[in-house]
């Protein structure tokens, strides 16, 4: 009696956040502003499903809108921030679940010299650029390229051509995303870039809004985290990286054994918003970055990467934002992990290159992995 009871359970649990999601959609469809249209791109939205995952997808800004998960009770719930109208998707200004790029992160005065040549870009910070200036990949309408919902891996390939002298970087890039649900519990994002006619920085990153408590569930601060960083670039009172590289031991930012996120909160200004180190070689070889764990629900993410950095957010600007299903995000309602090249690379000649040449493509991958097993014990 009781095993039935509860499969039924969880079944009414899975057709009831299937029906909020559809509902989601629609809305989501039938808000699209008439503007985007007079792209040759129409925008869409794209459901990836495996067992009890599912992951909602749009091609503005190739962006998770979605992603469900079960708790350590069977009971659903999406565990990423976003809206319920796409024309808030469109005025977003916090980059909520989008790809962001051509360079993600800062740039310090919006202007860095490659080959010896001065490159001025489109400033959106003051007088720095961030995540790819005032129309960067996150505000762009990408193109669906594939997109298989079926089989034992479910996927979807987005891909943008960035042309030349686009928010004033140099050359014409075609980058591709793709997302793929791999096994029962893995998201799989992989990101590629081909320089077309001149060397160019690339540096994406994913922006997504996690809180694995259920993305009504509250501030992420009783979250523990794992990072796989032993030293931060440090930087100046803009975000700006100084060039130095620091060790977090002794420091706020210490999270080699997992911690509280809120427990040394108080001791930074405003919160985590800081770009890790992160330990192993960079390349072709995934290495661990992050391991988030959320007590009440049970739920458990573990983030890999072959990035040599993770951004640790812990959405310090969101001011009061009006969400899914009403639901207002604070400050701290969520972290962001943007595995990445370091910022303003282009100008600390210390730092890993971020340059792309024709030829020497780039080539980033994330993978997520999730569970309802304590990671810490």
Request: charged letters at 20%; a positive charge.
């Amino acid at each position: 009696m009781s095993t039935l009871f509860l499969s039924d359970m969880k079944f009414l649990d899975m057709k009831m956040a299937n029906i909020a999601l559809l509902l989601c959609f629609l809305i989501l469809a039938a808000s699209w502003p008439s503007n985007v249209y007079a792209t040759k791109d129409k925008v869409g939205i794209y459901q990836l499903k495996k067992g009890d995952i599912s992951v909602n997808l749009t091609n503005w800004g190739a962006s998770i809108i979605s992603l469900v998960l079960p708790d350590k009770h069977g009971k659903l719930a999406d565990v990423v921030l976003g809206y319920d109208s796409i024309k808030d998707y469109t005025n977003d200004t916090a980059y909520i679940g989008a790809v962001v790029g051509r360079v993600a992160n800062r740039i310090g005065g919006a202007q860095f010299k490659l080959n010896g040549t001065l490159y001025k870009l489109v400033a959106n910070e003051g007088k720095n650029i961030l995540h790819g200036g005032k129309i960067g990949f996150s505000d762009v309408v990408w193109k669906v390229k594939r997109y298989n919902n079926k089989g034992p891996a479910p996927y979807i390939v987005f891909t943008y051509h960035s042309f030349d002298g686009e928010q004033g970087f140099p050359g014409d890039l075609l980058v591709t995303v793709s997302y793929t649900l791999i096994g029962d519990d893995q998201l799989s994002i992989k990101f590629k870039a081909k320089a077309l006619n001149k060397p160019t920085p690339v540096n994406l990153a994913q922006h997504t809004y996690w809180n694995i408590g259920g993305h009504n569930s509250g501030d992420i601060l009783s979250n523990e985290i794992q990072i796989f960083g032993s030293h931060i670039t440090l930087v100046d009172s803009n975000l700006i990286p100084t060039g130095e590289i620091a060790s977090v031991k002794r420091t706020p930012y210490d999270f080699l054994k997992p911690d509280v996120i809120g427990r040394k909160i108080n001791k930074l200004p405003h919160g985590y918003d800081i770009n890790y180190v992160l330990d192993g070689v960079s390349g072709h070889k995934l290495k661990p970055a992050s391991v988030v764990y959320d007590n009440k629900s049970g739920r458990a993410l573990k983030l890999w990467t072959n990035a040599p950095g993770v951004q640790f957010y812990t959405s310090n600007g969101l001011n009061y934002v009006k969400g899914k299903g009403g639901f207002v995000y604070k400050p701290h309602a969520a972290l962001c992990l943007e595995t990445q090249g370091f910022p303003d690379a282009v100008n600390h000649p210390n730092f890993p290159s971020t340059i792309v040449s024709p030829g020497k493509p780039y080539s980033h991958q994330m993978l997520f992995e999730f569970s309802t097993k304590a990671p810490f014990a």
